[in-house]
């Protein structure tokens, strides 16, 4: 399976939502569409991960290396709408609670779940 990355702004922030599988193949065109967007100018990151039916440590690290890059420059990345087998590998490696999006309201991101 592919992985498929699409993008809308929302309340100054990237809101990626990311189908598919998140793996060794497909983890470069999530940190491309991150690179891209920081390079403009983005600095908050939402990915929602509804429909991502899978993911390996190499997507792992892609969320680790997109976090880090937007800490870098004063942002944040979350996630949210993780479920199954991908729910499960986040909290397993903790990233369900580093990485958690928790809204203000219905529609703000939240940088203070770090």
Known sequence: MTLTVTYAQRDGSACLRLAGELDMS???QLNDAIDRLAAE???QFLLDLTELTF???TGIAAFVRGDNAAAADGGWLRITGAT???ARVLEVTGLA???RYEADTPDTPSP???
Do not use: F, K, M, N
Request: proline residues 6%; hydrophobic residues 30%.
């Open 55 to 57: 993911c390996d440590s």
């Open 112 to 114: 203070s779940a770090r």
């Open 26 to 28: 497909t983890a470069p």
């Open 84 to 86: 199954g087998r991908v």
């Open 41 to 43: 100018g983005q600095r």
């Open 97 to 99: 609670e580093v990485l």
